[in-house]
T-cell receptor, first 113, second 115 residues
Framework: EAGVTQFPSHSVIEKGQTVTLRCDPI?????LYWYRRVMGKEIKFLLH????????ESGMPNNRFLAERTGGTYSTLKVQPAELEDSGVYFC???????????FGPGTRLTVT | AQSVTQLGSHVSVSEGALVLLRCNYS??????LFWYVQYPNQGLQLLLK??????LVKGINGFEAEFKKSETSFHLTKPSAHMSDAAEYFC?????????????FGKGTKLSVIP
């Protein structure tokens, strides 16, 4: 069974540009989470999808971040326009319905210069 | 609100020595507790979890953790460190009974194993 995959693994962009991160959860997992780790800080929750619906987006830092999960399969996280403080590692995780056990992807390292 | 404190951002142990990584949590409801490990250039892997069953939880690779409610702790231990245990370890808490099992993480502890 394939695990959670994320693309790209690394992205370097300039301040003001747009970047889109993609996450493919484990097949059949209804729950999809996005987390972020800024250098030197803890991993922080961004938002949670149940199928295609946003269950909880309380962790989204501001309106420059837009997450979608069309069709309840893969998800994208767009940052537009990117700022320096957006640099970090973005993790995606998925879990089965009503399960607390989350499976994480390898992360996307975003560097904004 | 939940929070997790991991004491020590870096821990070094000799190969064969006891590994002890400390984690204290706060939660307003009975928690679910987790330890994740991240090896270099890899994603987070679940080591073990506590979900209100046995307080002593055994995980993969010989690790175990004990839930102590009175101390609000969930320390991770391994009797004998191996070189392959060198990684970053994260303690996390989730609220039981919530609609979203979002995780609140500690800052992580990097474990170095000295030959």
């Amino acid at each position: 069974e394939a695990g959670v995959t994320q693309f790209p693994s690394h992205s370097v962009i300039e301040k003001g540009q747009t970047v889109t991160l993609r996450c493919d959860p484990i097949s059949g997992h209804d729950n999809l989470y996005w987390y972020r780790r800024v250098m030197g800080k803890e991993i922080k929750f961004l938002l949670h999808f149940v199928k295609e619906s946003k269950q909880d987006e309380s962790g989204m830092p501001n309106n420059r971040f837009l997450a979608e999960r069309t069709g309840g399969t893969y998800s994208t996280l767009k940052v537009q326009p990117a700022e320096l403080e957006d640099s970090g590692v973005y993790f995606c995780a998925s879990s089965q319905a009503d399960s607390y056990e989350q499976y994480f992807g390898p992360g996307t390292r975003l560097t904004v210069t | 609100a939940q929070s997790v404190t991991q004491l020590g951002s870096h821990v070094s142990v000799s190969e064969g020595a006891l590994v002890l990584l400390r984690c204290n949590y706060s939660s307003s409801v009975p928690p679910y507790l987790f330890w994740y490990v991240q090896y270099p250039n890899q994603g987070l892997q679940l080591l073990l979890k506590y979900t209100s069953a046995a307080t002593l939880v055994k995980g993969i690779n010989g690790f175990e953790a004990e839930f102590k409610k009175s101390e609000t702790s969930f320390h991770l231990t391994k009797p004998s460190a191996h070189m392959s245990d060198a990684a970053e370890y994260f303690c996390a808490v989730s609220e039981s009974g919530a609609g979203s099992y979002q995780l609140t993480f500690g800052k992580g502890t990097k474990l170095s194993v000295i030959p």
